[in-house]
């Protein structure tokens, strides 16, 4: 801890940020920041000096991992930081086919984020410990239920409907959750490009099966989805929040409030 006895938590991007929040609520020596700011793209995101010096004053430091956050990771490295960085991810079961960072949008992973940011502070800061178990169980509770809720959501979707279009590949694991096949021109990273070859495939497989729901995403460029959603007729059906949370006056401020935005969105664009 430093030397005011301030706890300064450093996280990745704006997720981990909202857990961290989360589970230290009630503690007033606690101090978070997010590397990345609200509505930026974690995976082009290049470290200023400013986030050098950020996270050389951290105690300690969150991060997705699977490659999601590498320019803040190698930033750390050189940074100087002495403390203990740890994982969010450590024990999720991960996409077999691809490192496919966007493990959170099932939300039974975000609980075992949760529960990795609670046993760390415990550790880092084992005199609070009770409060960080107390806030972390609420907090497990509360995501327990926003599971159940989306599943009670998307019930009612016949399961052929069950298809979305969106700007890059960051749904596997929500599809995977929640029973939805997500199709996206581009892969797992905003900064790959998508192929012409993909690009027609994607505009054949809209016009058979007749998709309506296709969205664009808060931070990714919606240029190509856009000029799909033109080829194929489709009118755009609104926003989905896939790699960071909105400013707080925006739709997804928090965790749930991200996840219960897109269900919402999705679900609207399903039932047209
Ligand atoms: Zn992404």
Redesign the pocket.
């Known amino acids: 801890m430093s030397k005011q006895n301030t706890l300064k938590i450093v996280t990745s991007f704006t997720i981990l940020r909202d857990f961290a929040e989360k589970i230290t609520h009630g503690l007033t020596h606690i101090e978070i920041k997010s590397i990345v700011p609200p509505e930026a793209d974690?995976?082009s995101y290049q470290p200023t000096p400013l986030d050098s010096k950020t996270l050389f004053e951290a105690d300690v430091i969150f991060i997705n991992g699977l490659d999601f956050e590498k320019g803040i990771e190698k930033m750390i490295q050189s940074s100087g930081f002495k403390g203990n960085v740890y994982k969010a991810t450590q024990h999720v079961k991960i996409r077999p086919d691809l490192v496919d960072?966007?493990t959170w949008h099932d939300v039974q992973n975000a609980i075992l984020y949760v529960i990795e940011l609670r046993d760390a502070l415990c550790l880092e800061d084992s005199k609070n410990k009770d409060i960080y178990q107390k806030n972390a169980a609420d907090l497990i509770k509360s995501l327990e239920s926003l599971d159940l809720w989306i599943k009670n959501q998307f019930k009612k979707i016949p399961e052929q409907k069950r298809i979305v279009v969106t700007t890059?590949d960051?749904f596997w694991y929500f599809g995977k959750a929640y029973h939805i096949q997500f199709l996206s021109p581009v892969g797992?990273?905003?900064e790959a490009e998508a192929s012409a070859q993909n690009v027609a495939k994607l505009i054949n497989f809209i016009n058979e099966h007749n998709i309506k729901a296709v969205f664009v995403e808060n931070l990714a460029n919606s240029k190509l989805i856009e000029q799909i959603a033109a080829e194929t007729k489709r009118s755009l059906q609104g926003t989905l929040y896939?790699?960071s949370l909105s400013v707080s006056d925006g739709p997804a401020p928090d965790f749930a409030l991200m996840i219960k935005h897109n269900v919402h969105t999705i679900c609207k664009a399903f039932e047209q």
């Open positions: 974690p995976h960072p966007h890059h960051a797992i990273s905003t896939a790699d």
